[in-house]
């Protein structure tokens, strides 16, 4: 069985631009969360997607957004790209909104 | 954004060693899981504990949830090269207001042959 796939896996963008990242969860699973890691912060929980909506939401700014689509796979979108974005994006898919959670290998953003 | 509390924050030891961490929170968790990162790449979960006061083993690794729901740690024995990397702990909750996961800073674990 695949496990989650995150595309691209690096990415370079300038200040302003805005950017959209993918995550394919494993087959099946329904629950998508998206995280963002850096080492002052750690690992941040962005929002949860479950069966196309969101059903939860952590603490960043409008400039970040999502969605998920019919086959559960999951997009993350960040508008007005500052520098303080540059992260490790991971995704993370799991069965259930209950059950266990398994990541991505994650998507590097390096704003400049 | 909320944390847990991860202790500690790195270790060095020798190769065989027994290891252990743990993880406190002042709120309760459905679920404790413990996740392993190598640079560069995703968090790989190696066990996930459902129950207060559960015990799980995964081959060389044990974990505990406490009775409390706040805390766990986990027990690495006859540590090996290959263990090398930064343990996560990450509490779980769900409920009507969706799923998150709360993560600990990481112990970062050096193994020396």
């Known amino acids: 069985k695949a496990g989650v796939t995150q595309t691209p896996r690096y990415l370079i963008k300038t200040r302003g631009q805005q950017v959209t990242l993918s995550c394919s969860p494993i087959s099946g699973h329904r629950s998508v969360s998206w995280y963002q890691q850096t080492p002052g912060q750690g690992l941040q929980f962005l929002f949860e997607y479950f069966s196309e909506t969101q059903r939860n939401k952590g603490n960043f700014p409008g400039r970040f957004s999502g969605r998920q689509f019919s086959n559960s796979r999951s997009e993350m979108n960040v508008s007005t790209l500052e520098l303080g974005d540059s992260a490790l994006y991971l995704c993370?898919?799991?069965?259930?909104?209950?059950?266990?959670?398994?990541f991505g290998q994650g998507t590097r953003l390096t704003v400049v | 954004g909320q944390q847990l509390n991860q202790s500690p924050q790195s270790m060095f030891i020798q190769e065989g060693e027994d290891v252990s961490m743990n993880c406190t929170s002042s709120?309760?968790?459905?679920?404790w899981l413990w996740y392993k990162q190598d640079p560069g790449e995703g968090p790989v979960l190696l066990i996930a504990l459902y129950k207060a006061g559960e015990l799980t083993s995964n081959g060389r690794l044990t974990a505990q949830f406490g009775i409390t729901r706040k805390d766990s740690f986990l027990n690495i024995s006859a540590s090996i090269p290959s263990d090398v990397g930064i343990y996560f702990c990450?509490?779980?909750?769900?409920?009507?207001?969706?799923?998150?996961?709360?993560f600990g800073e990481g112990t970062q674990l050096t193994v020396n042959p």
């Open positions: 993370a898919s799991s069965w259930d909104l209950d059950t266990e959670a398994f």
């Open positions: 990450a509490g779980h909750r769900w409920g009507t207001s969706g799923s998150r996961l709360t």
């Open positions: 709120s309760i968790f459905n679920t």
